[in-house]
């Protein structure tokens, strides 16, 4: 089981190593945090598995504000999310980039999480299917990528996916690609057994529910005890 957490845009390196001090991973799960890249020294130096937010697919070059896969290897970082749908629906990311940069970070030694998933429009015109399709086609499979099934509906609204129809989708995603598949959507400590006993959910992404030690904790022993 993989439980990853996403921090967006919180916690500066101060609040880092106050959560790194307050924060005890169980046996058993392999735990991922997600801080700001201003974040990424603190925790690492902190002993986390760290992951950056997005990862460009140029080595170096002119690219206002990215940030490469050897910038992040060189500070100890060990993977990247990419395709996060903030990034998608307020950034302007496209398949094609999100596949870039997924491609070029696997090639580079990163591991990766690729996000998809349907909004709540494509999901009430019967689009889910056609939008998981299109998202996970430009995805080649490789040992070290994790594809998160993130609704876009349920991120950060505290509205959860069923575990029944967190589990439709995971299926139909495995059957596209071989990869562990992460839930994420208002994952808390109160829902997060429910939907990791579900048989093609390997892990959790989670976004509000990270940012405190103990919620995280407990959804981390969830994830250890499921
Ligand atoms: C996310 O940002 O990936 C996420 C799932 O957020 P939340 O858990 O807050 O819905």
Redesign the pocket.
């Known amino acids: 089981m993989l439980i990853a957490g996403?921090w967006?845009m919180f916690k500066g390196p101060g609040e880092t190593e106050e959560f790194a001090r307050a924060f005890s991973a169980p046996d058993g799960v392999d735990v991922v945090i997600a801080p700001p890249f201003t974040s990424l020294r603190e925790a690492v130096a902190a002993g986390l598995q760290t992951f950056a937010q997005n990862v460009h697919w140029a080595d170096e070059g002119a690219f206002t504000g990215e940030i490469s896969a050897p910038m992040l290897k060189e500070l100890g970082v060990a993977g990247a999310?990419v395709g996060?749908?903030?990034r998608r629906q307020l950034f302007g990311e496209t398949d094609d980039g999100v596949a870039r940069r997924t491609a070029h970070a696997l090639e580079a030694g990163l591991r990766i999480i690729a996000?998809v998933g349907e909004s709540e429009a494509e999901r009430e015109a019967g689009e889910t299917e056609a939008v998981l399709r299109r998202q996970v086609s430009v995805l080649e499979p490789h040992e070290q990528l994790v594809i998160?099934y993130?609704p876009v509906w349920?991120?950060?609204?505290?509205r959860t996916a069923t575990p029944e129809l967190a589990q439709e989708a995971h299926a139909l995603i495995k059957s596209l690609l071989d990869a562990p598949v992460l839930y994420?959507?208002?994952?808390?400590p109160d829902n997060a057994a429910e939907l990791l006993a579900q048989p093609d959910v390997d892990g959790a992404?989670?976004?509000?529910?990270?940012l405190d030690p103990d919620s995280f904790g407990a959804i981390c022993l969830a994830a250890s005890r499921s």
């Open positions: 996403n967006k999310i996060h749908s903030e996000c998160a993130e349920a991120i950060g609204t505290g994420g959507g208002s994952v808390k992404l989670v976004g509000g529910a990270s």
